[in-house]
Every structure is written in structure tokens, then in C-alpha cells.
């Protein structure tokens, strides 16, 4: 682990400073919702157990030299939780509380947003314990080297593809591929999605997890009759998710009154000028001193009278600690596991309307499946043509959820947990089992 952590940074959690974080684990959350769905679909026990199991664990030892000369030894894992319909597919994220656990839940998450979204993919996750802002350029591309080829048996094209994820970026996913690379002695764009453009990343990619949230949240707006434009929206987190979020639904005439993030939030009732926070964000690495508003607490910022609350940043964001004070119509979860599952009643007693993660942010898998299938066909398209389809498939999968949500009379989540899994369990039974 790496020597004296300080923990100072938008992105990175500070479990003291917020004693509803570990409401619940992140697997005890997602498997609580997978039980209902498992139970409103009346999945037969042995398709039951396989979807509750990950398939595949890895735990990794990375030894790595510092610049100071010492050498400081990382965990870093590898999930993949189902691969039935597809190669695993999920980011890597390097943070200081990455544990197995949380990975699992992720990886398990990734399952089911590839499913609802319906693209050819099954569900993996990636996490190193560290504290990349702590670490020097050299010290990154050395652990990141190193881990990638901890799991290199696992990767491929065909059978584990990762993309960023919290902390990670295109720089990251272009020393996986290199690496990847050097060892199978060819190069092979499609082993990790988000790259840089100019090495077979897809135009669109950075922006899509952020445009799929403004998508979804569009057709829900629609949903309630009302309108993106006249709608006013607070985001929790201001990193690529949020950020890219508020600019797209400021563009699309929304009034987006309450940012934050780990340092800061900030009220403007007249309307924040997200450009101007995404400038100072570039600038200063946070939104702590930005002056384009009042700050508030992280935790009035949740609580803030709008339309449309978009928590962006990590899990267990809205607990039964502050749920009942959540005053959004619309809650569009561009986080993985901002809700707590404890927390679903409280919003669903409210009315409120709960996009929920596997389909909120699946705008950023989606544009991975497009790189991929760019990648491989090594043919590539314009932005508008990625956009397009991300549009198509985003606005198809939304309307499939509610449409599931509606004759079975439950909400949004549940919708969406049996529309995967019955995807998955249906794949299942057509492979048979293999023993
Ligand atoms: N890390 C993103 C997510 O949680 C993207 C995963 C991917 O593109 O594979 O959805």
C-alpha cells in the first residue's frame, strides 16, 4: 500500500467526514435488488445461483518502485461477474477504498447495464487500491503496467475488456493497451475502450456516460410532462460524469442551480455557469474557492427544491440518513450506487421518480461498445454517427424499462433489474449448463 495516505482530493472519499458512506456495502445493495427482481421473475434456483455468483475473482500483488527509491507493494483486482452474453466489460478504478467486495458489486452492476442496454457484453470490474493523486506520472504508468499484466490472462478482445472509470482516464487506458500489446506481440486497439483517439478510441467516448444521463433524463422529464428546458437540476460530483451532465442539460436550456463536489457545493438560483465551473475545475482540480455561487454543504446541495437531483460521483450517496429530505421530482443516478437499497422505499413512498444507475449511466458502456466494434472492424465513424446511436439505443432502453415498469406495476429499478436479468437468465438457459 502506498506510504502515508492523505486523502485530499473531489474524487477521493473520506469516510469520516461522512458517516452515512457505509450505510451498506455496495454487493449487500445491489444483491438486495437482485433478490426482488430474482423473486418477481420467479428465476428457477439454478439460474438463481449462477447470477448471484461472480464468476471470476483476481487479486493481485503490485510491487512497484517509487521515485523516493523505496518499493511500496499495491492490491489491485479483477472481477468478472457474468461473461454468458459476452466478453466482461467494466472500467478500472484506482482509489484508496477499492475493496474485493465493492469490485464484485460493480462488476456485477456492469452485468446488468450491458443487458439493459442490450449490447453483446457481460460484466467485470477493475480496482487497485492507491491514491493516484498522491502518485507521480512514472508511479501511475508503472503500477497501471503492472497490474495490467497481474490480469493479463484474463484480458482480450474476446474475453475482458476494461475502460476508465473513478480516477482513471485515457492516459491510464492507453498504458493497458500498450502493454497488453507488448505481450501478445501485435498491437490490439480493442482490448480496453475510452484510449485516446488518435490510438482507436472513439470520438464521443469521454462524453457519453454524461450525454446518456441527459438523454434519459429528457425522456423522463417528458415521462412526468414536463420539460428539459424548463426544468432546474442540482449535480452531486463534477468530475467527466457531472460535468459533462450539467453542460449538456445547460445546453439543453436547463437551469442547473446546485453543483459540488468533494471540496465544495454551490447554489445559484438564477443558474451556475457550467462552463465557467468546468474552466475552474481544469484550473484548480476542484470546485473549492469557485466563486459562481453560494456554497452550501454536500449535504444541502441533495436536498436542494429541484427538479431533477443528478448524483454523479460514488456509491451510497442517498441513504436513509437524508432520503426523506430529498425534494428532486426526478433522481437520474450517473453514479454506480448513489441509492442505497434501504433508501429505494423512502424515495418510492415520495414519488419520486429514480433513473437508476445500470440505466442512467449506461451511455458510457454503450459508446465502449461502439468503440469496440470500431476497433475490430477497424473502420471508424464521425461523432454524429456515435451520437446517433447512443441517442437510439438510450431513448429504446429507457422506454423499455418503463414500459416493463408499467405492466408490473413496480418502479424504475426493479424494471430494470428484471429486464437484465431475465436477458442473461434467458441466454443461460439457451447455453445449458456445461459440467
Ligand atoms: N466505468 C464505466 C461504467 O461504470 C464504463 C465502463 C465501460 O465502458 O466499460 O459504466
Redesign the pocket.
Known amino acids: 500500500m502506498a506510504s502515508k495516505p492523505k486523502l485530499s482530493t473531489s474524487q477521493i472519499v473520506h469516510p469520516d467526514k461522512d458517516p452515512v458512506l457505509n450505510e451498506e456495502n455496495p454487493f449487500d445493495s445491489m444483491m438486495s435488488r437482485f433478490d426482488r427482481a430474482a423473486e418477481l421473475l420467479n428465476l428457477e434456483p439454478g439460474i438463481y445461483k449462477i447470477l448471484r455468483n461472480p464468476e471470476k475473482q483476481i487479486t493481485v500483488s503490485c510491487p512497484i518502485l517509487m521515485d523516493n527509491g523505496e518499493v511500496e507493494v499495491f492490491t489491485g483486482h479483477r472481477v468478472l461477474y457474468n461473461t454468458s452474453r459476452g466478453p466482461g466489460?467494466?472500467?478500472i478504478?484506482f482509489d484508496i477504498h477499492v475493496t474485493l467486495e465493492e469490485v464484485t458489486a460493480?462488476a456485477a452492476?456492469?452485468t446488468w447495464?450491458s443487458a439493459v442496454v442490450n449490447i453483446p457484453f457481460g460484466g467485470a470490474?477493475g480496482g487497485v487500491v492507491c491514491d493516484p493523486l498522491k502518485m507521480s506520472m512514472g508511479e501511475l504508468e508503472r503500477l497501471t503496467r503492472r497490474y495490467t499484466v497481474g490480469i493479463i490472462q484474463t484480458l482480450g478482445p474476446d474475453s475482458d475488456?476494461?475502460?476508465?472509470?473513478v480516477n482513471t482516464n485515457e492516459r491510464v487506458m492507453a498504458w493497458v493497451m500498450d502493454t497488453y500489446s507488448m505481450h501478445v506481440g501485435h498491437t490490439v486497439t480493442a482490448v480496453v475502450?475510452?484510449k485516446p483517439v488518435e490510438m482507436g478510441g472513439s470520438l464521443g467516448r469521454r462524453e457519453a456516460?454524461g450525454r446518456g444521463c441527459t438523454i434519459v433524463t429528457t425522456d423522463a422529464l417528458e415521462h412526468l410532462g414536463m420539460h428539459v428546458s424548463k426544468s432546474t437540476i442540482a449535480v452531486q460530483g463534477f468530475g467527466n460524469v457531472g460535468s459533462t451532465a450539467a453542460k449538456l442539460l445547460d445546453e439543453a436550456g436547463a437551469k442547473i442551480v446546485g453543483i459540488g463536489d468533494r471540496d465544495a457545493a454551490f447554489h445559484n438560483a438564477k443558474g451556475i455557469n457550467v462552463k465557467q465551473a468546468i474552466e475552474y475545475v481544469k484550473q484548480h482540480k476542484s470546485l473549492k474557492g469557485f466563486k459562481g455561487g453560494d456554497e452550501i454543504s454536500g449535504a444541502d446541495l441533495l436536498t436542494l427544491d429541484v427538479d431533477v437531483l443528478l448524483p454523479a460521483a460514488l456509491e451510497n450517496v442517498i441513504t436513509t440518513k437524508n432520503a426523506h429530505g430529498i425534494r428532486a421530482k426526478v433522481v437520474c443516478e450517473g453514479a454506480?450506487g448513489p441509492t442505497s437499497a434501504a433508501a429505494d422505499s423512502i424515495l418510492d413512498e415520495k414519488g419520486i421518480f429514480v433513473i437508476p444507475d445500470i440505466l442512467a449511466?449506461?451511455g458510457?458502456?454503450t459508446?465502449?461498445y461502439f468503440e469496440w466494434v470500431q476497433d475490430r472492424g477497424g473502420y471508424f465513424w464521425d461523432e454524429k454517427t456515435v451520437n446517433e446511436r447512443l441517442i437510439e439505443i438510450m431513448r429504446r432502453s429507457f422506454a423499455d424499462v418503463l414500459a416493463l415498469s408499467k405492466s408490473h406495476k413496480v418502479n424504475m429499478r426493479t424494471a430494470a433489474y428484471m429486464l437484465s436479468m431475465s436477458r442473461v437468465a434467458s441466454v443461460h438457459r439457451l447455453r445449458g449448463i456445461y459440467s
Do not use: C, E, F, H
Open positions: 466489460k467494466g472500467g478504478r460493480l452492476w456492469m447495464k470490474k475488456v476494461p475502460a476508465p472509470d475502450t475510452g456516460t454506480n449511466n449506461a458510457g458502456v459508446v465502449s
